[in-house]
């Protein structure tokens, strides 16, 4: 049994002093020994962090003593390890940064919600649509079958890819998914509040679906891109797994995100192991160039370097 757990979690709750409470919760963090990613606002939190099967407990013993947090939900993964290299504990204005001119409350406003059995069995029909409410980079490694892939880069370009595109979901069933739930909270409240008449939204989102002891992935294609040191983990535990997306540099089927080595540029990129090596871990002979003469080379890719040693 695994001796580290990730938790990723969040909820949708007023915070009156968001910068006292984060204060507060890095004390906490940090005495259990917690790394990981946490944003707070006034309207709640989000976060995801690694430690031991004691500490993570514990951390969510503690959350769920507060009024506040008493039914938030908590996705457990097991983990070798750390999977983060230190602790964020910030405030911002928004758990999810959708920067609408007029917010969407998610404890007045969303889309219904869908268990995974639900949405499995909703996936199948010929009168629905399925978004994909994450960034275009995660739908590339792994999505729902037949979903639409949106193309944005960041989350709060999702109003101006729909108003361009509204007209052709008018009428129809439109389910909503994206990693953990959090996104589409938002989301499918927006996509009601802009007229749409009938929307849900995978509860919990993949991570939930992925655990779901009946349909366990069924119908997603590739890997759920995490934003940790994993980057990418397994939800289709059936039969009809696939890798769907494919090596930037040779094309072949690849489900590994590599950050390139030089150090201005770290855009992450589908690579294959081989290519990684032939191309010395840059994502273009332009970066490796640019890295080598402005002496950025990521340390991370020293090996991959021809040796300077001469005969």
């Not at 695994?2 to 006292?20: G, K, R």
């Not at 007029?102 to 268990?115: H, I, N």
């Not at 101006?160 to 052709?168: A, V």
Request: negative net charge; proline residues 3%; contains cysteine.
């Amino acid at each position: 049994m695994s001796q580290y757990q990730v938790l990723l979690y969040y909820m949708y709750t007023p915070i009156e002093n968001p910068d006292q409470f984060a204060s507060e919760h890095t004390a906490l963090c940090e005495s259990l020994g917690l790394l990981g990613r946490i944003i707070v606002a006034a309207e709640g939190i989000n976060g995801t962090v690694s430690g031991t099967v004691a500490s993570t407990e514990e951390y969510m013993r503690v959350m769920h003593e507060d009024a506040r947090f008493k039914d938030m939900v908590f996705k457990v993964d097991e983990a070798d390890g750390h999977t983060f290299k230190r602790l964020s504990v910030r405030v911002k204005n928004e758990i999810v940064n959708f920067r609408l001119e007029e917010d969407v409350d998610p404890r007045r406003l969303t889309g219904q919600k869908l268990d995974p059995k639900r949405f499995h069995e909703m996936l199948q029909r010929d009168d629905v649509v399925v978004i994909d409410g994450r960034n275009d980079y995660e739908y590339e490694i792994g999505h729902f079958r037949n979903a639409i892939k949106p193309e944005v880069k960041a989350f709060r370009e999702f109003p101006k890819w729909f108003e361009q595109h509204k007209d052709e979901f008018k009428g129809k069933k439109v389910l909503t998914y994206c990693t953990g739930g959090i996104r589409c909270e938002k989301l499918s409240g927006y996509l009601v509040r802009e007229g749409l008449s009938e929307v849900y939204q995978l509860d919990g989102g993949i991570v939930t679906y992925s655990k779901d002891p009946e349909v366990r992935g069924h119908l997603f294609d590739g890997k759920c891109y995490v934003f940790d040191e994993r980057i990418a983990v397994r939800v289709n535990y059936t039969d009809e797994d696939v890798v769907v997306s494919r090596c930037e540099h040779c094309g072949q089927a690849c489900d590994r995100y590599v950050n390139c080595g030089y150090l201005d540029c770290h855009r992450q990129h589908l690579c294959c192991e081989a290519c990684e090596v032939e191309m010395r871990g840059f994502c273009s002979s332009e970066c490796e160039r640019a890295a080598k003469e402005n002496d950025r080379v990521d340390p991370l890719v020293e090996h991959l370097q021809p040796s300077h040693s001469t005969t």
